[in-house]
């Protein structure tokens, strides 16, 4: 509910409340394809950005320089507002659009504040929105500390898997598979055979694949969990 409230808003009420003005609004709506880059971190924090339609991956570079897939985040999401009024100068982490389309709201960052700060209904929204967002942190981190390596692996294979065309192969290797989730590559073989077995994955070649059937079975625990 919050969220389809703050996309009601920030199409509507806020393009009402400043078309008064004589400048005119500077938000502008964009569409943006799959795999195009949003906003990458470590740069300033200039525009907030809204997600209205599609799915947007968030992404963390690790230390040797492979991307780290974070989160998955569907409408309404507004990306670049928790570092604006932390006061971080820099985006936090890089977004890129993970649906074959997405539809963004970019807005001036102080642009933004000032629509907050002039929209009571907007800024009880935002907080609200806030609020839910720091919810999902803490469960997403709870369950990361919690979760065991071999559910680790399973919602990596579902988290790269959303959006694209079935069967997927995926294409990274076993050996920097097990580098990435700083697995044993024997440990991380033996459950390889075991989500195969159960029928999580499959197999094609010699590399892991999921088909239709493997990523619903994927699906119907990973959103239970909210992602």
């Given at each position: 509910?919050?969220?389809?409230?703050?996309?009601?808003?920030?199409?509507?009420?806020?393009?009402?409340?400043?078309?008064?003005?004589?400048?005119?609004?500077?938000?502008?709506?964009?569409?943006?394809?799959?795999?195009?880059?949003?906003?990458?971190?470590?740069?300033?924090?200039?525009?907030?950005?809204?997600?209205?339609?599609?799915?947007?991956?968030?992404?963390?570079?690790?230390?040797?320089?492979?991307?780290?897939?974070?989160?998955?985040?569907?409408?309404?999401?507004?990306?670049?507002?928790?570092?604006?009024?932390?006061?971080?100068?820099?985006?936090?982490?890089?977004?890129?659009?993970?649906?074959?389309?997405?539809?963004?709201?970019?807005?001036?960052?102080?642009?933004?504040?000032?629509?907050?700060?002039?929209?009571?209904?907007?800024?009880?929204?935002?907080?609200?929105?806030l609020?839910?967002?720091?919810?999902?942190?803490?469960?997403?981190?709870?369950?990361?500390?919690?979760?065991?390596?071999?559910?680790?692996l399973?919602?990596?294979?579902?988290?790269?898997?959303?959006?694209?065309?079935?069967?997927?192969?995926?294409?990274?290797?076993?050996d920097?598979?097990?580098?990435?989730?700083?697995?044993?590559?024997?440990?991380?073989?033996?459950?390889?055979?075991?989500?195969?077995?159960?029928?999580?994955?499959?197999?094609?070649?010699?590399?892991?694949?999921?088909?239709?059937?493997?990523?619903?079975?994927?699906?119907?625990?990973?959103?239970k969990?909210?992602?």
């Amino acid at each position: 509910m919050i969220n389809n409230e703050i996309e009601r808003y920030l199409c509507n009420v806020l393009e009402g409340h400043f078309s008064k003005r004589s400048a005119p609004s500077p938000m502008v709506l964009m569409r943006m394809k799959k795999q195009e880059v949003l906003l990458y971190g470590g740069f300033s924090v200039r525009n907030i950005y809204l997600l209205l339609e599609g799915h947007c991956g968030v992404s963390t570079v690790n230390e040797d320089g492979s991307l780290t897939i974070a989160d998955l985040y569907q409408p309404v999401q507004i990306f670049g507002i928790s570092e604006y009024l932390a006061g971080i100068p820099e985006f936090l982490a890089n977004v890129y659009i993970s649906s074959d389309s997405a539809l963004i709201l970019s807005c001036p960052a102080d642009y933004f504040a000032s629509c907050v700060r002039n929209c009571q209904e907007l800024s009880v929204l935002l907080n609200g929105y806030l609020a839910k967002l720091l919810v999902r942190n803490m469960r997403s981190s709870e369950e990361t500390l919690y979760a065991s390596p071999k559910q680790q692996l399973m919602e990596y294979f579902f988290i790269h898997a959303i959006d694209k065309d079935l069967p997927y192969v995926y294409p990274i290797s076993r050996d920097d598979l097990a580098n990435q989730l700083r697995l044993n590559p024997r440990t991380l073989y033996r459950y390889l055979r075991q989500l195969e077995e159960e029928g999580y994955i499959g197999n094609r070649h010699g590399k892991t694949m999921v088909d239709k059937i493997n990523y619903e079975l994927l699906e119907q625990i990973f959103t239970k969990k909210g992602l």
